[in-house]
């Protein structure tokens, strides 16, 4: 007669038996920081946490598990603002290589890459911003754009010019802090 022994393995969550652990990404790649962690005695390991992509993390011990939780919560906000900024960064530039695909000609141009990409940025954020914009507000920058007077724009619209002026102003300043990370 056979004896069937059931065996319960227990995976510890915590692979560095730490009490109150928490964890600091390190970038991918990053052998510098992996080096200096392991040199001044922090563990390092390759670890898949919850919801995330498996990576390196420095880890260390904390006093308790509210002091843990809370490092955490701050590592985790800290990735995700790292992550949000890349990103807004990245949609707000463009690459030579793009601009070529798009049909761009340096010969033709004459002019400095960087200074045509930075251009191309601004022109494009630009467009993004006035697409958002209400067809009155959208009136305004055009009577700018096409140097337009104010008395005759007031006029075809049906209001005092000295509200137009002010509407203006208004538009145009708000399109300006919209548009402040391109200076």
């Excluded at 056979?2 to 990404?25: C, E, G, M, S």
Aim: net charge positive.
């Amino acid at each position: 007669m056979k004896i069937k022994v059931k065996r319960t393995v227990t995976a510890n969550p915590n692979p560095l038996h730490y009490r109150h652990p928490y964890y600091v990404q390190i970038e991918d790649g990053d052998e510098d920081s992996i080096k200096h962690y392991k040199r001044n005695g922090v563990p390092v390991s390759y670890i898949r946490l919850p919801h995330r992509l498996p990576h390196y993390y420095a880890v260390f011990s904390a006093t308790s598990q509210e002091e843990a939780d809370s490092m955490n919560r701050f590592f985790n906000n800290w990735d995700k603002k790292m992550y949000r900024d890349i990103k807004a960064q990245m949609e707000k530039e463009s690459s030579y290589e793009k601009l070529v695909e798009e049909g761009f000609d340096a010969a033709r141009a004459g002019t400095n890459p960087e200074e045509i990409v930075a251009y191309r940025t601004v022109i494009n954020a630009l467009n993004k911003e006035l697409d958002e914009l209400t067809e009155e507000k959208l009136r305004y920058c055009q009577m700018v754009a096409h140097k337009e007077p104010e008395r005759e724009v007031a006029k075809e619209m049906g209001i005092p010019r000295t509200t137009l002026s002010g509407r203006k102003n208004s538009t145009l300043k708000e399109l300006g802090k919209k548009m402040k990370d391109y200076r």
